[in-house]
């Protein structure tokens, strides 16, 4: 029988015995494992590839084209080895664009506390830490898109014990972008700039931490970071975002560069409660960008967003919380064939610092969403949106917010003379996504 | 033993069992394929290096450089899951290059219906959809490479019973070529302007499809296409191809931009026979790119082509064909060393639209190959092939294709004074390709 | 039971049998690998993560960013299938940059011979062919780094038997950098220029080459080079290096474009020996640009440098040599814990080839290391070195490298009054490297 284990001792040309253990090959909740029979080794693959598509209605200032997009195309390999160790490597090419996601080197000394080293995200934002897998709607919330650090190079620890979650990194540069790591290596090789630091950290209480049919997510991070060298010019910073679509390219909102960046502050608080089929969850972020010219201070900039969402489970499903990492995970379905969930979201974001200072731009989302959950690697996303932009959303002055005094259509926000609610551009669309994860 | 089935039943953290399914791992033909006893849930890897080199002869208008490439460097995930759903996840870095290839979700309610969504090769040509795994000559032909659109992002069916395949969908743009997603992205940015949309077909039918030492396939394809935003310039469409080798980097036939193009439609003829160890397969296509000035019509540019090309397996092969794909796949080898393949085809291209219009130049190519098929993993392949242009296929204007009636050579068609089999670059190569699949 | 082998005779659609071996997976010393019982089938994934960071020391004349880096993101696929034909795939997408490593097909009729043929490493340069797992130093020598032309497209013979190891082999372009495969392609297509030939081979004799315990490498190796059309202008070569670290991007040795070139000729020395925890390194590398202009000969560029190291393993482990590849291997760690190794080299590159000629600078380097072998998988190192660059290390005249008359900073070596050991920019680092490989 070709597949009984072999259980001859081999040796390997330097003399040395080989230390060989047989692994069990599973699929488990559909995706495939090789595991050693102790649990010590383990190795795993995943793929995922989501489909999207939209479709854009209103009479818009801006002309919006409808399209079609790879979101995302992943392929990571993941492995456990000698109980204590963990590494991951992880990429992603959706759109054949190259990204470095996770790769990370993880030792924990005991279940409870993990140091890792590598590029992985940083601990700030509880929609950003959730896997792109298991997101309840197409796109993240405006606001958590565009101030959570995501993913930098760092070195970090993670404790849980009970009903405590708590996480801190020291985290550099990003690499995730080649146009960003680019910018990296031109001020490193031009000005001999130093990559910037960050010192980002959260706390999460977990109150009912062993019900696993009801839980409540409290958490509250910060984060303090000196500039990047991975930003277009050194000493600046920026804030920009797609508005809920990958597929509509325009920023509306957008600061622009902003020059003579000392350091920035993050802020961020997040809520989350489950029961059964019911999920309610929020977050409010808040970035303020400190500003310095020489030895004069300058004036502040203050930005911030929030966004509030539920969404419930029709068939009998549940959802789960993972404790160790303080986030949900991949729902259980109801039925055979499923399950049907419904998710209602709000959000807005503002990168309006003032009247006599940065004026990006602020818009609010209404979203509603539909997601089909077919089994453990299927899921099929359907997104009705409408964005409300304000007349300051001009993405750099280059989009049309509105008529002039003249009737005409004028790109800078000061000569707008329409009603508050009418400036700015607006629009709805309805967007599909096929996930499938292996 | 390790290796023996480890049969307690898991939970999960969340109070959920883990289900779980046993894998056997196995060689299959020389891929590796795990699979659970059931085969409802079956995942495999696909890698494939094509290494090749060609030296051109004849004496040329324009310098050919000889050279190298790493063709193809590609890397599969494949997975069924639960019987009905498969996934596939495809990228390709040769040469450094990235490029996303398959990426699409299938679902199949029965064994003879499928339906996809995702990145994936239209239905249109049948040397196009053969994979670069097994295609009898090194590079397809000419007409080939121009007309059929390959991969693009949509939703489509297939469907196949007894004697009949057919397939269709709805596309959008591609995302192969970095290059091209960056004209999207700008063209969706800057314009507004939808992606535009593909409806492609085909039919086959397929004589003796039960019997596993004959065949016929005969098909009709057909495509109407609006202009995409991966185009250079919104609006406009551009033939152009290398002339049956990668190596030679010139594109002698080229229309350039075709601007004003409202819409064009395909068609294709295919026709295919074997019988054990004889193969012949033939295709004829043509575009019709219909242009249009505002409101006035402008003359429709018609380009097409052809190739046929015949092949025998030398040592007791014999062809095979897939008739759920209706396609040529892998064929079986006579000896235990292998078998030898003879092959000769020839193909033909015009982008000659008509003296008024558009005038891209015409090549025919007669090539001869000897394929050595070692095993499952490794096949060498060797091509002599000998290419002869007509005096439109300047590059562009930017290649000699003739003397003037000065005798001083000329990038300009209308100037060529030579008679016309000598007008127009040709020459001959010798091409071979290491190629390894595991 | 579902791990049992199913050994039912399957026939596939075209009524063939299907080759059917049962594979065990296995971790062999941390590594995923399937085999058949036979062993005549095997394959294996190789996935790499090195992560880095550095910080500068010293009162330089250009300023240096300190920085971090994913140094390396590997993945690759190796298969051995029928015995006596092997297949490898390997990509590289650190820092989100793709290079296509290792991609070749291998034929070994016997255990001694392997014929080869793809993108792999040139047999020139006993430290550049170890692989970046088992370097002991987070970066090679900068001889090494500047003279040996690691991977290029080619095919080649590797023999060994006994104490005697050699390969040899003919190259063409190099595909790594998409930058240099966009260099080739274009000189290819507007100049029909050749890609260039390389001719490189090594011998290496090696003494106790069946003593576990202890042995030596004595190599010798040469290679012929016409200028390859990967370089940014045909017919030109340049060299240049990092310092030692690829965090600090300025490269100080620098000898810009030089033109004119007929053919490089290469040589190596290569000197090792090991015992038990004991290692000794050392190479000598030099090369000679010879340059032609229409037919007068120019004066022949002269460049070399050299390293050697030492070092040893404190807790009981010996290092590896494979006599296969004539490489040293990972070493056996001596405690259940692990193993600390200590080492120091020295380092010295000139690209001064003479007053009158090309001066692009010269340069040593003390390095001294700890690595901590925590596993089979898992690997931490410090480095810290200092490095001494002459006054012609002047990066093509970009950096200051000194004082001139008036006691202003220059960057012209020509103007500095400086003493001898003082021109010229020097620095400490302490770098840092976690490394996982599974």
Redesign the interface.
């Known amino acids: 029988?070709?597949?009984?284990?072999?259980t001859t001792v081999r040796y390997n040309?330097?003399?040395?015995r080989?230390?060989?253990?047989?692994?069990?090959?599973?699929?488990?909740?559909?995706i495939?494992v090789?595991e050693?029979?102790d649990q010590k080794?383990k190795?795993w693959?995943d793929?995922?590839?989501q489909?999207d598509?939209a479709m854009f209605f209103g009479d818009t200032y801006?002309?919006?084209?409808?399209?079609?997009?790879?979101r995302r195309?992943?392929?990571a390999?993941k492995?456990q080895?000698?109980e204590k160790?963990y590494?991951?490597?992880d990429?992603d090419?959706?759109?054949?664009?190259?990204?470095?996601k996770d790769?990370?080197?993880e030792f924990s000394p005991n279940e409870r506390l993990s140091l890792r080293?590598?590029?992985y995200k940083e601990g700030f934002s509880f929609e950003s830490t959730t896997t792109s897998r298991y997101l309840t709607f197409i796109e993240r919330p405006n606001a958590v898109n565009t101030f959570a650090p995501s993913r930098h190079?760092?070195v970090g620890v993670m404790y849980h014990k009970d009903w405590l979650f708590g996480m801190g990194g020291i985290h550099?540069?990003t690499?995730?972008?080649?146009e960003e790591?680019l910018f990296?290596?031109?001020?490193?090789?031009d000005?001999?700039?130093?990559?910037g630091v960050s010192f980002t950290g959260k706390l999460v209480a977990m109150p009912f931490h062993n019900d696993?049919n009801k839980g409540l997510h409290i958490g509250i991070a910060g984060s303090y970071r000196t500039p990047k060298?991975d930003a277009e010019i050194r000493g600046h910073e920026r804030y920009s975002t797609r508005s809920l679509t990958s597929?509509?390219?325009?920023k509306y909102m957008d600061t622009d560069l902003i020059s003579n960046v000392d350091h920035i502050v993050l802020g961020g608080l997040e809520f989350a409660a489950y029961h059964k089929n019911f999920r309610f969850q929020g977050e409010y972020l808040m970035s303020n960008v400190h500003r310095k010219k020489w030895d004069e201070e300058m004036p502040t900039e203050k930005f911030d967003g929030w966004y509030a969402f539920g969404s419930v489970l029709l068939f009998g499903g549940k959802y789960?919380?993972?404790?160790?990492d303080a986030e949900f995970?991949q729902p259980?379905r109801g039925k055979s064939w499923g399950d049907v969930e419904l998710a209602f979201r709000y959000d807005y974001l503002s990168l309006n610092s003032g009247m006599d200072q940065i004026m990006g731009g602020a818009g609010e989302g209404y979203t509603f969403g539909i997601n089909y959950h077919?089994?453990?690697?299927?899921k099929i996303m359907l997104n009705y949106a409408y964005l409300n932009h304000d007349r300051y959303a001009s993405g750099k002055n280059k989009l049309f917010v509105g008529y002039d005094e003249n009737g005409a259509l004028t790109k800078d926000p000061r000569k707008v003379v329409d009603a508050n609610g009418k400036a700015g551009d607006d629009f709805s669309f309805v967007s599909v996504r096929?996930?499938?994860?292996?």
């Open positions: 029988l070709g597949q009984e284990t072999d040309q330097y003399g040395a080989v230390n060989r253990t047989p692994l069990k090959a599973e699929e488990r909740n559909g495939l090789l050693s029979k080794y190795i693959y793929a995922r590839v489909v598509g801006n002309p919006i084209g409808n399209g079609t997009s790879v195309a992943r392929f390999v492995s080895f000698t160790w590494g991951e490597f990429l090419i959706s759109n054949s664009e190259l990204e470095l790769a990370y080197l080293a590598g590029n190079i760092g550099f540069q690499v995730g972008d080649p790591r990296s290596e031109d001020n490193n090789k000005y001999g700039t130093d990559e696993f060298t597929i509509n390219r325009k789960n919380y993972n404790t160790n995970t259980t077919v089994n453990n690697n299927v096929f996930e499938v994860d292996f």
